[in-house]
């Protein structure tokens, strides 16, 4: 079965600085895909990115990039210039690409704080 | 376009007593997805629907828990009788057929269910 890990339960930085948010996992599969969801405080879990492991480039989408590392099965989030708007928690994933099952495996979360 | 809904947004009963939780999908989405978050802890999967088959129930915890999809829309989780430690926050998500990686599940707001 397939697991995923966020080691940090609560990050915490300064307005504008960068932060990173660390995610590894464990499978025995070839093909699968990541992502990294938020989930604002009293509101709904949107997706921030996703990446497909048979694709070696860093996924990119607006502000967030990832560092994928297949090898090492680590996720990592980066988040330049931090807003105000990024406090929330995120949720690591992975989900099967193959024929197997299409449910979401999730890590336990890190709180993001951001200060001014 | 509505996003997935779900009823209630808050729930208190007491241990031994019965709680349905309701799932309103995205119109159009044959997918349609159970999870639950026990504080601070990760994420699981409970199960899985294809229109009003059960895809996937394999993160059922036990037969106090029953699911159903009528007609292939919203969705019902009823939990009966319940215990203290099914208390957590219990989200639904839905999404198009498919696999590939923007097959995206979008999420309720999720029902917080505490039990005394």
């Known amino acids: 079965a397939q697991t995923v890990t966020q080691s940090q339960p609560e990050m915490s930085v300064q307005e504008a600085e960068t932060v990173t948010l660390s995610c590894t996992y464990d499978?025995?599969?070839?093909?699968?895909?990541l992502f990294w969801y938020k989930q604002p405080p009293s509101r709904q879990m949107i997706l921030v990115i996703r990446q497909e492991a048979y694709k070696q480039q860093n996924a990119t989408e607006n502000r967030f990039s990832v560092n994928f590392q297949k090898a090492a099965k680590s996720f990592s989030l980066k988040i330049p210039d931090s807003q105000l708007g990024d406090a929330a928690m995120y949720f690591c994933a992975y989900r099967s690409a193959g024929g197997g099952a299409q449910k979401l495996v999730f890590g336990q979360g890190t709180r993001l704080t951001i200060n001014p | 376009e509505a996003g997935v809904t779900q009823f209630p947004s808050h729930s208190v009963i007491e241990k031994g007593q019965t709680v349905t939780l309701r799932c309103d999908p995205i119109?159009?989405?044959?997918?349609l997805y159970w999870y639950r978050r026990v504080m601070g802890k990760e994420i699981k999967f409970l199960l899985h629907f294809v229109k009003e088959s059960k895809q996937d129930e394999s993160g059922m915890p036990n037969n106090r828990f029953l699911a159903e999809r009528t007609g292939g829309t919203y969705s019902t989780l009823k939990v009966q009788p319940a215990e203290l430690e099914d208390s957590g926050v219990y989200f639904c998500?839905?999404?198009?057929?498919?696999?590939?990686?923007?097959?995206?599940?979008?999420f309720g707001p999720g029902t917080r269910l505490t039990v005394l």
């Open positions: 499978t025995s599969e070839s093909d699968y895909y």
């Open positions: 119109s159009g989405h044959d997918n």
């Open positions: 998500a839905s999404s198009h057929l498919g696999r590939g990686l923007y097959n995206e599940q979008f």
